[in-house]
């Protein structure tokens, strides 16, 4: 069974760093580039991040560019994204989402959740 | 403020049909494929529609896609009460190299 698992969620102060990961099974995870989704409290789904299958290409949204970091480490099945300088507006559930055909994210993990405050 | 724009709820009883818009422009629906995704809130998006009107494996037909121009419509037949949700759509940007969602459009069916 496709699966993806993220974890590393949590509460942390504004100014902040946390690092979230993404756990893939069922699938081989080197042949697919992978995306990073959140949704704010009460808001709809804000695309963050996305990396190719060989990390070589990299993409980000412009609320996030230059704070949030994304890598893949396929050897261990597993995607990252590496949070630095968090605010308030950054608390949302974060999801991880596979990405079929460089064109739709197919398969979709549960989600974890950053809370920003103080 | 999304850059595709969708109604922000729909309604419609239990067996009709219902439609949901999702308007771009040229650098983004206009010249890349639109996706459609249903969410419950707490759990993982679900992929609906891709490419415009494909419908993935173990999707029922009651759910179909079209796109026109710098549109997408998403269209569900014979409603039911567990397709109450919001829905998505989605798509590249080519001038903001980014991908893009619409707000999100919550369905009841009453």
């Known amino acids: 069974e496709v699966q993806l698992l993220e974890s590393g969620g949590g509460l942390v102060q504004p100014g902040g760093s946390l690092r979230l990961s993404c756990a893939a099974s069922?699938?081989?995870?080197?042949?697919?580039?992978m995306s990073w989704v959140r949704q704010a409290p009460g808001k709809g789904l804000e695309w963050v991040s996305a990396?190719?299958?060989?990390?070589?290409?990299?993409y980000y949204a412009g609320s996030v560019k230059g704070r949030f970091t994304i890598s893949r480490d396929n050897s261990k099945n597993t995607l990252y994204l590496q949070m630095n300088s968090l605010r308030a507006e950054d608390t949302a559930v974060y999801y991880c989402?596979?990405?079929?055909?460089?064109?739709?994210?197919?398969?979709w993990g549960k989600g974890t959740t950053v809370t920003v405050s103080s | 403020q999304s850059v595709l724009t969708q109604p922000p709820s729909v309604s419609a009883a239990p067996g009709q049909k219902v439609t949901i818009s999702c308007s771009g422009s040229?650098?983004?629906?206009?010249?890349?494929?639109v996706s459609w995704y249903q969410h419950l809130p707490g759990t993982a998006p679900k992929l609906l529609i891709y490419?415009?009107?494909e419908r993935p494996s173990g999707i029922p037909d009651r759910f179909s896609g079209s796109k026109s121009g710098t549109s997408a419509t998403l269209g569900i037949t014979g409603l039911q009460t567990g397709d109450e949700a919001d829905y998505y759509c989605?798509?590249?940007?080519?001038?903001?190299?980014?991908?893009?969602f619409g707000g999100g459009t919550k369905l009841t069916v009453l």
């Open positions: 989402a596979k990405i079929l055909r460089n064109k739709y994210m197919d398969v």
């Open positions: 069922g699938f081989t995870f080197s042949g697919y580039a």
């Open positions: 990396i190719t299958s060989s990390g070589g290409t990299i």
């Open positions: 040229s650098s983004n629906i206009g010249n890349n494929y």
């Open positions: 490419d415009n009107d």
């Open positions: 989605g798509t590249w940007d080519n001038s903001l190299s980014a991908v893009v």
